[in-house]
């Protein structure tokens, strides 16, 4: 396959789940910021605009809601944005048009059409939900549509080190706002894992135990590990001789540190010291990330529509 084709297809992978990933985590803290008087909403929009890698809007001396919204959603100049993601999508399959479905090329055009200009603050609900509903539309469309060959593994691979990166800033956010940060519940029902969570566990979630399950549930597919062994299992497709002998595969040893970091440390360590193990997780996506530009994507020929949160 050419570099150029599975780049793209990496990317639009990345950009969907990133779209997705990142209305579940505003639709939580917007609602929160909403319903809790006691929450300071300047330190709680700008510890939010931090963990999505977002900067500060110029010359602010307070940061509202309405500001993060504007920022997070519907700037097209923010790569952690939503519309970021869907038009950067769009330009994707756009460049790899030969090779994509002509369903999944119509679902992708009509969403970065429809993505408004700006919101109205009492519709924002209803916007995040259509996001939602997009991205899982084009998932499906490549799910159902797609041989399981080196398209669809690229593709893959790029969601789910994506949903990995947005799990673990999902649940940084758990601690934005110390006491008054959302609930478990709040968090696992974002994640679309609330009725998940209660079959397999059968009760009230705990922070043991919806941490547990969203970071290391190997059934689970929002799950860190279910995401990270997914990525592992791609790369072990596009590349089978790579862990031949030992792991010299850079994405492979990479993705591999995490998951033994996160499987054999105690979880109750890993809770004490949340934010920093969730900041390890989207430092090893980045370099993840960057291992496979410089393995499968030639340096010379990093398109400029390429962004990545820093």
């Known amino acids: 396959m050419l570099s150029r084709i599975a780049e793209s297809l990496f990317w639009i992978g990345r950009y969907i789940e990133r779209s997705d990933g990142t209305a579940r985590i505003l639709d939580v803290q917007l609602q929160l910021l909403l319903e809790d008087p006691w929450i300071d909403e300047d330190s709680a929009c700008r510890s939010l605009l ?3 890698g977002a900067s500060l809007p110029e010359g602010a001396e307070r940061v509202t809601r309405d500001q993060v919204l504007a920022r997070l959603a519907v700037d097209r100049m923010t790569p952690s944005s939503i519309a970021y993601s869907l038009t950067s999508a769009r330009e994707n399959a756009r460049r790899a048009r030969e090779i994509l479905s002509t369903e999944l090329w119509e679902c992708l055009n009509t969403t970065s ?3 408004p200009r700006r919101l109205q603050i009492d519709k924002v609900h209803d916007f995040f939900h259509w996001v939602r509903e997009r991205a899982a539309l084009a998932v499906g469309i490549v799910d159902t549509s797609t041989s399981r060959d080196e398209a669809w593994q690229f593709f893959t691979l790029g969601r789910a080190i994506e949903r990995a990166d947005m799990t673990a800033r999902l649940l940084a956010t758990r601690t934005l706002t110390e006491a008054s940060g959302p609930s478990w519940t709040t968090i696992l029902r974002s994640c679309g894992a609330y009725e998940a969570y209660l079959r397999t566990y059968r009760g009230t979630p705990s922070a043991r ?3 547990e399950f969203l970071l290391l549930d190997r059934l689970f597919p929002r799950s860190i590990i279910y995401s ?3 990525a592992e299992g791609c790369m ?4 089978p001789r790579a862990d ?3 792991h ?3 994405v492979l040893r990479a993705l591999g540190r995490i998951r033994n970091d996160l499987e054999y440390r105690p979880l109750a360590e890993i809770l004490s010291e949340l ?6 997780v989207q430092k090893v996506t980045r370099e993840a990330s960057e291992a496979i530009r410089q393995r499968f994507f030639p340096a010379q020929a990093e398109p400029s529509w390429i962004g990545e949160i820093s």
Do not use: K, L, T
């Open 236 to 239: 072990s497709a596009i590349d």
């Open 248 to 250: 010299s595969n850079q």
């Open 209 to 211: 135990n919806a941490a």
């Open 50 to 52: 931090a963990v999505m």
């Open 275 to 280: 934010p920093a193990h969730m900041d390890q």
């Open 244 to 246: 031949r002998v030992g």
């Open 113 to 115: 059409a429809r993505m």
């Open 228 to 230: 990270i062994s997914q």
